[in-house]
């Protein structure tokens, strides 16, 4: 067991002091707009050893390297496509993860032994400073034991990686709550591999309606996996927008619900509304948190309500989706 320190991402001093440890090896939990996320130093391969197994991550699921200037991202990729780079400026800094060509010097176990890296320049200025100050990109997965719901405050964190990782750096609630979009810019045409927090139509604005396809059906790396961002509780995903939760004689049920339900139901041990005027934003960011409160209640099933799969729609369903895929 390690002992964590939890410290404020707000204090130089605090960033300053993790960084030191990722340029020694060490491993930081910090903030990003998206999620919490478990960094190391992308090009120290015993580091990112150190992350998988902290995570108990298979080693065939690779990492995002996250970076804050394009001197970095050169560092990183081999080249940068006239698409790619639009879209990168377009939305980054911020919630989009690109896949391109790595250069020879990011360790396999980064990529899962992929010719191709993930690459993200965050937008919280606390990881900004964190791997502006450690001068080296930072590799960084969910900071969550694997499959598990991802930590969108620096509790969560705590509760499932503390005696696991040297420091977290508590920078308050994420203002986005679903993980990055991750494009993969590889193939003839760019592919969206993860519905995130960018939406697919202000992707579309930037190169066109026509240049892009959804790989939701296959699973384009092994790391995109059918059960993941899974509560213990098993979950059923309600058939429409406001539908009741069948609840069977004896069982304790909760309620996932995207908006104010327009209905009572005295069956209901627990309930959760991810907004109450119905803002998909804000039950974006809501989400995590609330599916581990519910998990927490010794419930025999979670009864989530869908969303309309529009916008960051898209994101919540996947999510939920995964979440409700049955455990063998
Ligand atoms: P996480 O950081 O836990 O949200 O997971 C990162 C995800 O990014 C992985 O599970 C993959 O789905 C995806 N990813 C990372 N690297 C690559 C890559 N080289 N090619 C395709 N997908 C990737
Ligand atoms: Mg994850």
């Known amino acids: 067991m390690k002992r964590t320190q939890r410290m404020s991402a707000s204090d130089p001093a605090s960033i300053r002091f993790a960084a030191d440890i990722i340029r020694a090896g060490g491993l930081v939990a910090f903030p990003t707009e998206t999620v ?19 995570k108990q991550r298979p080693s065939f699921d690779p990492l995002i390297v996250h970076i804050t200037d394009r001197a970095m991202l050169e560092a990183v990729v081999k080249s940068v496509s006239p698409t790619a ?11 989009l993860t690109l896949v391109l060509s790595k250069r020879a010097h990011i360790p ?46 620096a509790q969560h964190v705590m509760d499932g990686l503390g005696g696991r990782v040297d420091v977290i750096l508590d ?5 986005l709550g679903v993980e990055s979009t991750i494009v993969s810019m590889t193939g003839t045409w760019p592919e969206l591999l993860r519905p995130g927090s960018v939406t697919l139509s ?6 066109g309606p026509a240049t892009y396809t959804l790989a939701t059906q296959k699973i384009a790396v092994p790391g995109q996996l059918p059960r993941h961002y899974a509560t213990r509780t098993p979950m059923t995903i309600l058939a429409a927008p406001g539908s009741r939760p069948v609840v069977h ?14 209905h009572r139901d005295d069956q ?5 509304i991810l ?45 939920l989706r995964r979440c409700a895929m049955p455990s063998n």
């Open 108 to 153: 396999d176990l980064v990529t899962a032994g992929l010719p191709t890296v993930a690459v993200r320049m965050p937008a919280h200025p606390m990881a900004q400073a964190l791997i502006r100050e450690a001068g080296v990109p930072i590799a960084a997965p969910s900071a969550n034991p694997f499959g598990y719901v991802s930590p969108t405050c």
């Open 36 to 54: 919490y996320g478990l960094g190391c130093d992308a090009l120290n391969p015993d580091a990112v050893a150190r992350v998988f197994e902290a």
């Open 202 to 207: 202000e992707i579309r604005n930037v190169i």
């Open 249 to 262: 004689d004896h069982e304790r049920a909760g309620l996932l619900a995207m908006s104010q339900p327009n």
């Open 268 to 272: 209901l041990c627990a309930m959760e």
């Open 85 to 95: 780079s639009r879209l990168m400026d377009a939305f980054w800094p911020g919630p």
């Open 171 to 175: 920078g308050g609630p994420c203002l």
């Open 275 to 319: 907004s109450a005027s119905g803002d998909l934003r804000e039950a974006a960011r809501h989400l995590f948190a609330a599916l581990r409160r519910l998990d927490e209640q010794g419930l025999d099933r979670i009864y989530a309500e869908p969303c309309a799969e529009v916008g960051i729609g898209l994101a919540i369903m996947d999510r």
